[in-house]
């Protein structure tokens, strides 16, 4: 797998499908089409502007990203996806309010031709949700068989030589893997007999794998994180990753926090709050999607810091996230932070951040990317947690006996060895002796 040569080339389309068309997915397929039109740039895309280094610092050679590892090229992607709602990208955008009305407006035949099909929806998983434009499939199983026939039907209409799908749908409420997850036999069993731990993600997830399509969850959804999953894609030869995408507070948390750390900087308390009105502020809006979202968002310090190794530093430090619905605010969500921090002799200091972002500004790259990354991946014959991918993620999937990694360093780190050895160039340890010796 090391040798380039065994990485199939991107020929032909590359079908993008997304289940919840909403502000993520359509800021997405507007700023492709937007970019392709010359009408913005790619800003926040690894794939699109970021360079990796090859062999010494004195070599200078530093190519792009895109010219390094063969992704596949921004005219040839194809959009689809799944609504609750029947609006076409065009409508849907301008209601989501991400995007400006010139941008919008410059794409909007394109917009316009990419409508959603049908959604997997039941309102036990997502409260705060309504919507019409619902399939009515009997029982979970014929919701499997229409979600493969709608993927074979979209290939087949747009002449897509692969797919990949990628949730960008709203949070679930909150489940914990069970006896029903733990193997394949056991879940198409629990799917056939309509089984309350099958949310509608996991439905989306199976038809995937099944028709042969990577799949990649972009919420805190338990979804693809479970034995039975990972065992299919593995069958499959498919590459899997989630979860949650890393945008707003928690990106700042894994840019800050090992930064705290690297200094041995003690932290007593970080208190985190958000405002936001979108459909997923309404969404969590719900304690039972919260629960979802913030054990997602929790786990980020615990695994940065490890307070079983710096008992002192980090051991009774008290974590508290905040989801609050606020409709005024629209996309343009507000991470607001205390971390009470302590240096030298137990001397205590705060630091406050105030993070006016915008949350679909900040996905859509990650969704670029990471659908271009789990195509090269299928061609270049990875299957399973693409743990590599966990730079994108706020709870990154990893094997049952490894902690997952959150220091965002460590990642983009492990991103680009990884595409190192794709193409067989040497791995970059930054250990510099020889410049020295």
């Known amino acids: 797998m090391s040798d380039s040569k065994n990485i199939a080339a991107a020929e032909g389309k590359l079908g993008i499908l997304m289940p919840g068309m909403g502000a993520v997915a359509t800021t997405v397929i507007a700023g492709v089409e937007a970019i392709k039109a010359g009408l913005g740039k790619p800003i926040g895309s690894l794939t699109q502007m970021g360079t990796i280094r090859l062999g010494k610092r004195t070599e200078s050679n530093s190519p792009l ?12 992607l194809v959009f689809g996806g799944w609504d609750v709602f029947p609006d076409d990208a065009f409508e849907a955008a301008t209601h989501a309010g991400v995007l400006e009305k010139g941008v919008l407006d410059g794409v909007e035949e394109r917009l316009r031709s990419v409508k959603p099909m049908k959604a997997v929806f039941d309102r036990d998983y997502v409260r705060r949700l309504e919507g019409s434009h619902v399939k009515s499939g009997k029982d979970k199983w014929n919701m499997v068989l229409e979600v493969r026939e709608d993927i074979q039907r979209f290939k087949a209409e747009n002449n897509v030589d692969r797919l990949v799908m990628i949730w960008c749908g709203s949070t679930e409420i909150y489940l914990e893997p069970n006896e ?3 193997d394949l036999e056991r879940l198409e069993k629990a799917i056939k007999e309509n089984h309350r731990s099958i949310a509608p993600s996991m439905i989306y997830a199976y038809a995937a794998l099944k028709e042969g399509v990577p799949f990649l969850n972009g919420a805190p959804n338990l979804t693809v994180d479970v034995p039975a999953m990972v065992q299919l894609a593995k069958e499959q030869g498919l590459p899997i990753g989630g979860k949650d995408f890393k945008t707003g507070q928690t990106l700042m948390k894994t840019i800050l926090a090992p930064g705290l ?8 308390g970080w208190f985190s709050t958000n405002i936001l009105g979108n459909r997923d502020g309404e969404v969590l809006d719900d304690p039972y999607s919260f629960k979802t979202k913030e054990v997602s968002k929790l786990d980020v310090l615990e695994y940065i810091l490890q307070p079983e190794l710096y008992q002192e530093l980090y051991g009774d430090i008290y974590h508290k996230v905040r989801i609050n619905y606020y409709p005024p605010r629209g996309d343009e969500k507000e991470g607001w932070d205390n971390i009470d921090i302590f240096g030298w002799l137990g001397y205590p200091m705060q630091i406050k951040v105030d993070f006016l972002c915008r949350d679909s500004i900040l996905a859509a790259p990650l969704v670029l990317d990471l659908v271009l990354f789990a195509d090269l991946a299928h061609r270049a014959g990875m299957s399973g947690i ?15 006996e490894l902690y997952p990694e959150h220091d965002i360093f460590i990642q983009l780190m492990k991103l680009k060895n990884t595409l190192r050895f794709m193409m067989g160039e040497e791995l970059i340890t930054h250990l510099g002796q020889e410049y020295y010796d």
């Open 261 to 268: 750390k690297s200094r041995m900087l003690g932290v007593r």
């Open 65 to 76: 990203i895109n010219e390094f590892v063969p992704l596949a090229q921004l005219d040839d």
């Open 180 to 182: 029903i997850h733990s």
């Open 386 to 400: 693409q743990e590599w991918l966990s730079f994108y993620f706020k709870s990154p999937q990893a094997a049952p």
